[in-house]
């Protein structure tokens, strides 16, 4: 069994090692099948623990790997219903921010997307997605997850500010997994439209902890005025996931290095005890990796529409098209949108994003930031508020 999900039988190699690597993967059965940019997908029957355990180093092939939407499925970490709901926000004009969103898609809902964000989302058709429902009529995958990120990321930039969404649909809807090539085509697609913002709300392990080819790769060839936020991941754990994890070699310790795409590691922060005093959420992923924590306990945003999902005879309140969920994806989402907004004033995305991580809290006017006790002593990570997450329930 291992600690990283992976596409059976597949593996990748870059096109410079294609050639040295060719008759060793062949003695375990891998063939080239088909090329990715700069990589090569080798497919086989072989298990692929098992022939990168027997390859001799350095380690050239790695797993084409699967990520995730860790607990965010139907059932677990659960989205529940809300009284609370906000009007759409109508574009008056031209749009100065584009931000670039990889998740499940939009859900369509007698054709449009949900009144929120419909305004406001780009996508093509492939970038749609249909809720797959169990036997009782609700939600059996992670549909409308893409649809929820969409709108919590809207709602962080305050009229008259405007900023836009646009969708790449490419996690799977009844799995949450998304795999390390569709991913990686993904940013090149949002490279080529110009988006210098990023939003990737899922997460996974990788093999022998090393950032995944594909997507790593993808990273490299973006400007380096890009800025990447990525979700921490929900499994309580220390341990790194990517592609949060990524990190581009800095001329000092601690710095960002200005010549590569900013990726910034998102946990979740709890204020629902202290709105002081937040912490790090029971759920979220930690460890000095991460770059900052933000709101992710019951964060409130679009869902799917009203009287959907169904609710048990005698349950209140319906569901009214919006919902609070918990998620290192929904902080992640916060911290993009208020990226987005100091953007929408003028800012790249660098420099709003440095500004966004240093700013006081907007209710106490003073820094607050999580502490977080680890193995190498208590540290203070930067902590960013939602946008009317205070109070929803």
Same mark, same amino acid.
């Given at each position: ?50 022939v ?10 790695? +797993? ?44 369509l ?43 919590? *990321? ?18 799977d ?26 939003? *990737? ?20 060839? *973006?400007?380096?005025?890009?800025v ?83 609710? +048990? +005879?005698g349950e ?14 929904f902080?992640?989402a ?14 790249d ?10 700013? +006081? ?5 003073q820094p ?26």
């Amino acid at each position: 069994m291992t600690r990283y999900r992976h596409r059976a039988g597949e593996l990748l190699v870059h096109a410079d090692d294609s050639a040295a690597i060719h008759a060793e993967l062949a003695g375990f059965g891998y063939h080239p099948a088909g090329a990715a940019g700069a990589l090569r997908r080798f497919t086989g029957t072989r298990p692929v623990p098992e022939v990168l355990a027997a390859l001799p180093g350095p380690h050239r092939a790695a +797993p084409n790997h699967l990520f995730g939407l860790d607990r965010i499925i139907w059932g677990d970490l659960r989205p529940r219903p809300t009284l609370q709901e906000l009007d759409p926000v109508p574009l008056s004009g031209d749009i100065p921010v584009t931000v670039g969103v990889i998740d499940t898609g939009v859900v369509l809902h007698q054709g449009r997307p949900h009144p929120y964000i419909a305004e406001r989302v780009l996508f093509e058709q492939e970038d749609t997605v249909r809720v797959t429902r169990a036997e009782d009529g609700n939600p059996a995958g992670t549909a409308a997850h893409g649809t929820f990120v969409a709108g919590v *990321l809207l709602k962080q930039v305050d009229a008259p500010l405007e900023v836009r969404v646009r969708m790449k649909g490419v996690v799977d809807r009844d799995s949450g997994e998304a795999e390390d090539l569709a991913v990686a085509a993904a940013i090149d697609e949002l490279r080529e439209e110009g988006i210098t913002l990023i939003n *990737l709300s899922f997460s996974g392990a990788t093999w022998e902890d090393e950032p995944p080819k594909a997507i790593e790769a993808a990273l490299r060839r *973006l400007p380096r005025e890009t800025v990447v936020v990525a979700s921490a991941g929900n499994l309580a754990s220390r341990r790194r996931v990517y592609p949060a994890a990524i990190r581009f070699d800095a001329t000092e310790p601690g710095t960002v290095d200005p010549n590569h795409a900013w990726v910034i590691a998102v946990g979740s922060a709890d204020v629902t005890q202290d709105q002081s005093k937040p912490v790090v959420a029971d759920f979220s992923n930690y460890g000095p990796w991460i770059s900052a924590y933000a709101d992710g306990v019951d964060v409130f945003g679009p869902y799917l529409w009203p009287g959907y999902p169904l609710q +048990p +005879p005698g349950e209140v309140p319906p569901y009214n098209g919006w919902a609070v969920w918990s998620g290192t994806s929904f902080s992640a989402a916060i911290v993009s949108g208020q990226i987005a907004a100091v953007m929408a004033q003028g800012a790249d995305a660098r420099a709003a994003a440095e500004f966004v991580l240093q700013r +006081p809290d907007p209710v106490t006017g003073q820094p607050l930031p999580v502490i977080v006790h680890d193995v190498n002593g208590d540290a203070g990570v930067p902590y960013l508020r939602g946008v009317f997450e205070q109070g929803v329930g």
